[in-house]
């Protein structure tokens, strides 16, 4: 047993601070991804700092006519709530594609967008992980890696990122509010809040260790329409092979980002200009660098097949 301290903090500005004075402090709400890691010694914080009682949880319109997404909103809440439903449908779709009932009941906003990756490797200890273990080698490559990343790898991970609401996220260009322990705020992109893993891995985000999520901001609504469709082994609790966000304007003009691929939500807006030509051209360009395993090749063919049928339900 492995002794952790816990306090429960009473402001975000003062669970940063906690953050920053306590070595190897990490932050829990719903607990769903942490406390899987800690069990198996993955992550082995000091100290833990409790936001559950922080007011993060709401839900409100910002002045421009988009939706401010408290960090600790659930994600069943999330997906049900009307606003949600009607003008950010690929959101709602997207949270009710991943996990079970359960752990939506648990899961927070801010944790889904920082939860880690599945790869197998990662949570088997007795195996080298530079995520997990950074210098001890990635057993992934050269392993077995069907479900793994085609683009955006580097010779150090080939781990993709678990996150069907981040990729939906990321196709409705949402900006991440954080705080971090002097009280500065400040706004990130989600097109740069992940990182690519490079000769880093371990390091996923480009949050600092002491700062804290406290909501996610959506632009007013586009409109067209907004699908998301999830590719997988078995019809739920798993994770995508590929999946793809994508909003469809009349014109068909619109944005696609895909899941399931890499280490990040993967959305390149220079392929969302080729949607009104197709799956195969915006693909083409989508993943035009990929670099996949022979076992998990089918991935092109399969995302290229996905974005067809979204386009053509799309269409109607």
Known sequence: MKSVSYER????????????????????????????????????????????RLDLAKIEPTSDGGLRIGALVRNTDLAADPRV????????????????????????????LLQRTRCP?????????????????????????????????????IATHPSDMAVAMRALDATVETIRPDGATRNVPIAEFYRLPGETP???????????????????????????????????????????????????????????????????EAADAELPRGARATTALLLGDAKPTRENAFKLTLAERTLGAVLAAAKG
């Open 9 to 52: 903090a009473n402001s975000p500005a003062e669970a940063a601070a906690a953050a920053a004075r306590t070595p190897r402090a990490k932050f829990i709400a719903g607990g769903t991804n942490l406390l899987d890691l800690m069990k198996l010694e993955i992550e082995t914080p000091s100290h833990l700092i409790d936001v559950n």
């Open 85 to 112: 439903r009607r003008d950010y449908g690929v959101l709602a779709r997207a949270l009710l594609a991943g996990a079970s009932g359960q752990l939506r009941n648990k899961a927070t906003t801010a944790g889904n």
């Open 121 to 157: 490797y990662f949570y088997d200890t007795d195996q080298p992980c530079n995520k997990r273990r950074p210098g001890a080698g990635c057993a992934a490559i050269g392993g077995f890696s069907r479900q793994h990343a085609v683009i955006g790898a580097s010779d150090a991970c």
């Open 202 to 268: 371990e390091i996923e985000t480009t949050l600092a260790p002491d700062e804290l999520i406290t909501a996610v901001t959506l632009p007013k609504p586009v409109g067209g329409k907004q699908i998301y469709r999830k590719v997988r082994d078995r019809a739920s609790y798993a994770f995508a092979l590929v999946s793809v966000a994508a909003i469809v304007q009349r014109d068909g003009s619109g944005s696609v980002a895909l899941g399931g691929v890499a280490h990040k939500p993967w959305r390149l």
